[in-house]
């Protein structure tokens, strides 16, 4: 019983929605609907198609308002409506395209703070690898130590310099080829 009362108690305090607005279900708007609506609008405003589109659309505007055709006069020379149209147009579009470059940039966020966490997932599993290749090795007493990384390269050094020395040799053993 304390139980119920304690979700009413909880249920009271935080803001609900009005019950009192019905709205059919094609009123009601989706954040991620009305995103992706968004991105649509700004991929396809961003589109050479669209920018034939309107440059036939206005062309037509303007020949059916200048020569007249079919009697068809409704925006005369100044071309209001026409001017009003495209500051509607503006005025829609760039909040859209706004909207589609923040979405971008948080899906952006997203995939960074993701590489991020498996690149450090990376280096904590190849740090985790080297610690455990180190103590297979101390187990197995097969350790490099400093004197024996000096013996190999003592040995390397007086192969090369005996390779040297052979190459050397064979040169001035050839006879010039010019005198």
């Known amino acids: 019983m304390a139980e119920s009362n304690r979700r009413d108690d909880d249920r009271l305090s935080t803001p609900g929605r009005r ?6 279900r094609w009123m009601r708007l989706d954040d991620d609907w009305f995103g992706r609506f968004a991105e649509w609008i700004a ?7 669209f920018i034939v589109v309107m440059t036939v659309f206005v062309s037509v505007w303007i020949l059916l308002n200048v ?3 079919f009697g068809w ?32 940039e948080d899906r952006d966020h997203l995939s960074l703070d993701e590489d991020r966490r ?18 297979l090795r101390t187990s197995m007493g097969d350790l490099t130590t ?9 040995d390397q050094l007086r192969e090369l310099l005996i ?10 053993d050839r006879k010039p080829l010019r005198p």
């Open 19 to 24: 019950s009192s607005i019905v709205r059919p």
């Open 43 to 49: 991929r396809k405003m961003g589109s050479p198609g």
């Open 67 to 69: 020569v007249g055709i």
């Open 73 to 104: 006069k409704w925006d005369p020379y100044p071309f209001i409506l026409l001017n009003l149209a495209f500051s509607t147009q503006a005025s829609y579009s760039a909040p859209l395209i706004l909207l589609a470059q923040n979405r971008q």
């Open 118 to 135: 498996v690149a450090e997932q990376s280096r904590a599993d190849m740090d985790f690898l080297a610690r455990e290749i180190a103590a």
């Open 146 to 154: 400093r004197d024996f990384v000096r013996g190999e390269l003592r």
């Open 163 to 172: 390779e040297l020395e052979t190459s050397d040799n064979e040169s001035k």
